[in-house]
């Protein structure tokens, strides 16, 4: 129901229906991009060459300033329309070139949650602040209010909704920060290392929300994250960056079994490791396993 | 500090006073003021107190309002000084002082009451810019955080071994700037992030961005209004003319 309603209100904002589009299904697309910042010689990304279909959930590691922030925002427009720069290459959107849409125009398909919630949080309510980006579009009292209703729930935060910003904790603002940005119902979620101020238990709450949202609406997600243990179990990909320069691209399992990843500065999951250990020392475990429940099913059979 | 520091921060309290529409409010608190700035005796300051107090006691912001004009004391008794330095009479010194208090506790009234969403919605049916509401909103949305921020560089700087209660005033203001610059960058650094995030959300999609309340002044604020200038615009008139 709710997926449909999405789709509805695309074709309302004007966007054509996928199958329309001559992107060939792909909803991101980087094609040779490159990028460098103004009195940067060093580009922060490199002939970046990406496709990302509707629904996957990417997950991007790499150590600090190996592009994924850039990367990131050479998706919602803030590269190149707030920091220009030197730019070859394209980026496209559902099938329109990043370089030729507004940012508010790009904004309606792509939500992005900053590091910071603090800092994304405009306004003195947390409702008021849930609708900052529906007023902003203009749309009518009664669409506005329906839509503000719709994010809070998902997010369960109908108990904070007249609370100040100054009144919340650090999961709470997060909370808050992607309620505001799913209001506007995107087709893209973009989270830029959302859990770096969460504790574990807030920590893993908010991805089980990702999973819900990406699972119930259908909204690709892209998730720049260090702690890997955390997303391994929920990503259908995973981008590996280093030096502006997207290293392993593919399936978990397969990325997971590159060699090279701790050595480019990529923290592999306990898990993963653990796997890695054992069939040094054995070779006979099955496929990587992504969560405690696999590891523990391999070891049950080799026990067996 | 902290104490200082809590004082700025904005409450919600439920009060009959706070439900009223923000332009009913902010009529009250003009009303007040006027009255302050009309007062030139001492039963005239006492009754302009009065109601401001006792619109201060509905609120439910007695406290809060006492603090802001303990922080105007000081101001007052600068006022009084200078007064009776040119040679006014020790009781139009004392009344100006304190009408000085006055003017300052009506402002508080709507200030303390409404909270800055009010204050936005307020500011758009005056018809102002929306850059320049926006801007007002976020500035006021990040004094307590910047608060806060210049709480915990102070105690990051305390623990390096600043010590910010000696010396003369001239070296304590100097003692400061090794809070001032960071807490200055960071506001900066803060700025930046704040662009990228208003412009995610499309700020400025439309010349005419819609809201999610409206202004809706209701049968009490109605009330609240007539009742308020059937009581000022007599009080006004007797301060002038008969008092």
Redesign the interface.
């Known amino acids: 129901m709710e997926c449909e309603y999405i789709s509805t209100l695309h074709i309302e904002r004007g966007m054509v229906p996928e199958e329309r589009k001559s992107n060939n299904g792909l909803i991101i697309s980087f094609e040779d991009r490159t990028y460098s910042y103004l009195n940067c010689k060093e580009p922060a990304i490199q002939n970046i060459n990406l496709a990302i279909s509707p629904g996957e959930i990417i997950l991007i590691a790499g150590p600090s300033g190996c592009g994924k922030s850039t990367l990131l925002?050479s998706i919602?427009?803030?590269i190149p329309?707030?920091y220009p720069g030197n730019s070859s290459g394209k980026v496209s959107i559902d099938g329109s070139s990043v370089d030729e849409t507004s940012?508010?125009?790009i904004?309606?398909k792509?939500?992005?949650v900053?590091q910071?919630p603090?800092?994304?949080?405009?306004?003195?309510?947390v409702?008021?602040d849930v609708?900052?980006?529906?007023?902003?579009?203009?749309?009518?009292?009664e669409k506005?209010?329906e839509q503000?209703d719709w994010a809070i729930q998902l997010l369960n935060i109908e108990k904070l909704v007249?609370r100040?910003?100054?009144e919340l904790s650090d999961g709470q603002k997060q909370k808050v920060a992607l309620a505001?940005?799913l209001a506007?119902k995107p087709r893209i979620l973009i989270l830029d290392e959302p859990t770096s101020l969460l504790d574990p238990f807030t920590a893993l709450e908010l991805v089980e929300i990702i999973k819900k949202i990406n699972q119930n609406l259908g909204v690709t997600i892209l998730i720049v994250e260090h702690r890997l243990d955390l997303l391994i179990n929920a990503a259908t990909r995973i981008i590996c960056m280093s030096k502006g320069k997207i290293l392993f691209d593919g399936e978990p399992r397969k990325v997971l079994t590159e060699k090279k990843l701790p050595r480019i500065g990529i923290g592999i999951p306990t898990i993963t490791r653990l796997h890695r250990i054992l069939n040094e020392e054995k070779p006979v475990f099955g496929k990587i396993p992504l969560s405690a429940d696999e590891l523990a099913t391999n070891l049950k059979l080799i026990l067996k | 500090m902290q104490w200082i520091a809590q004082g700025f921060?904005?409450r919600?309290i439920t009060s009959p006073f706070h439900q009223l529409d923000p332009r009913v409010k902010l009529l009250v608190s003009i009303e007040l003021f006027t009255l302050s700035l009309l007062v030139g005796s001492l039963p005239e300051v006492i009754i302009a107190l009065s109601g401001i107090f006792a619109i201060a006691s509905i609120s439910k912001i007695l406290r809060r309002i006492s603090r802001t004009l303990t922080y105007t004391l000081f101001f007052a008794i600068i006022i009084f000084s200078i007064n009776i330095l040119v040679g006014y009479p020790l009781m139009d010194a004392f009344v100006i002082a304190v009408r000085f208090l006055a003017i300052v506790g009506s402002t508080s009234i709507f200030f303390l009451t409404t909270?800055?969403?009010e204050l936005e919605l307020v500011m758009k049916w005056f018809r102002l810019p929306r850059d320049i509401v926006?801007a007002f909103?976020?500035a006021?949305?990040f004094v307590?955080?910047l608060m806060?921020d210049a709480l915990q560089i102070m105690d990051a700087q305390k623990s390096r071994g600043l010590e910010l209660q000696k010396g003369n005033i001239f070296s304590r203001f100097r003692r400061f700037i090794p809070i001032l610059i960071p807490l200055i960058v960071d506001a900066v650094l803060?700025s930046g992030?704040?662009?990228?995030?208003?412009?995610?959300?499309?700020?400025?999609?439309?010349k005419?961005?819609?809201?999610?309340?409206?202004l809706e002044i209701g049968v009490w604020g109605k009330v609240a209004t007539i009742l308020s200038i059937t009581l000022i615009v007599p009080l006004a008139y007797l301060f002038l003319f008969l008092m």
Request: cysteine-free; proline content about 6%; charged content about 20%.
């Open positions: 925002r919602n427009g803030l329309h707030m940012i508010t125009e904004a309606k792509v939500g992005f900053f910071n603090e800092n994304q949080i405009f306004m003195f309510s409702e008021r609708a900052f980006g529906l007023e902003n579009l203009g749309l009518y009292h506005i209010r503000v007249n100040a910003p100054h505001g940005v506007m | 921060i904005f919600r909270p800055p969403d926006f909103v976020t006021v949305r307590p955080v806060m803060r992030d704040l662009a990228e995030a208003m412009e995610a959300r499309a700020y400025g999609a439309v005419k961005p819609t809201s999610l309340y409206q």
